[in-house]
């Protein structure tokens, strides 16, 4: 479609000014001159190039990480031998934050034009921009030809991990238990034989071999390490529990899955590194993502690409299916953390009734993300009627959730409440007290 250019304007608005300024008959001339005008941009318009003599071509990157960069780049190949001026805009995602989603530039004939723009999102999820609008200008720049082009491009934002120095922390402990070193805040050796060696000033006296001892005539311990090839399995909660937003440290309020993410990506990461086979499964009122487990390296990357895109569903979520999904899709006796919320309704007629299912075959650990906001108003003086009812209404839901935490530990579940930034840390630690100990 022929588009009007801002030299056409400004060549009318002059010629209009030479029209008025010389004696005559001005309609007549003015008459003339228009039409003279609208012709040349007509002829320059059917001259400017057409959407086959060049191709635009947009690069994304695959992935970004949330709060990473990276760009986009477009590229313009004239393939006449004629230079033109060229516009192009993109369909970017507001949420994307491109530094610009438009650029133009002259191509030179047989040439070239690059323009790119930083990417920095504000929001995971999968984005599948298409249309690119351009518009190519004529030889004299009176009028352009305008089109749209379609041009399917997919990017993927993964969520942000959050944790990951803290997995590498407790990999590196884990590891110097393993072999008989000593931790300050570690307990336990492991339950699987690993060696038997010489017996040294640290190690303890029920750890000595008598039998090895007297062969050797010399004082012989055993050691042990952790066992491996265990499964783990992490049931994420995609209801609307998980929607609620909460502030931390770092963040001025972001949704509870935000968290149960980051706490995922941990988990999966401490026990694939240690030898255990972790796997993953998503769930609302029904099941939306399921990882076998494995200890493979690609497994973190499998781990996200199911979750990346999950955006929490405002319903209850089905516990009961949810376990009864696991016990199909995991056989094997297994620690199932389960990350969600200690709702006292949701715990008392969803979770509770529905735990005996999976409590008979596998071990549980809940893990909550509690709101520190809440915490901070029932810690806060009293100084008006409004702060008094907040205080009072924030100690009730704190009592409510330890009614639940308290529930779900006499059924047999280890339960892990802790604030946004502390939950993956200290489930992580759970896992490892758990496994040091022989339970998984």
Known sequence: MPVPTPRLAIAAALAAVVVFVVPGTTLARLAVVNGVLLAVALLDWLAAPRSSSFEIERRLPKVITLGGSDEVTWRVRNRGGRSFRIAVADELAPSLHAASRRFSGRVPGRGVLTASARLEPSRRGRFQPSELVWRADGPLGLAARQGRLQQPSSLRVYPRFRSREEAELRIDRARILEVGLRSAKGRGGGTEFDQLREYTVDDEFRRIDWSATARAGRPIVRTFRAER?????????????????????????????????????LITTVATRLGDRCGLLAFDRGVRAVVQPSHGRGQLGKVTDALYDLEPALVDSDYAGAFHQTLTHFRRRALIVLITDLVEQAVGESLLPA??????????????????????????????????????????TLRSRARAAARLRAAGATVVDAPPERLAAMLGDAYLEMKASGRL
């Not at 909460?246 to 993410?261: H, I």
């Not at 993300?369 to 702060?387: E, G, K, L, M």
Request: no cysteine; aromatic share 6%; hydrophobic share 50%.
């Open 229 to 265: 090839n265990q499964n783990v399995v992490v049931l994420f909660d995609n209801g609307r529990v998980m929607a609620g937003r909460v502030a931390s440290d770092a963040t001025d309020g972001v949704p509870r899955a935000e968290f149960a993410m980051d706490a995922t990506l």
């Open 355 to 396: 735990l005996p299912v999976i409590s008979r075959s596998h071990l549980l650990l809940v893990g909550a993300i509690q709101d520190p906001q809440v915490r901070a108003w029932a810690d806060a003086p009293v100084t008006d009627a409004d702060s008094a009812y907040r205080q009072a209404a924030a100690a009730r």
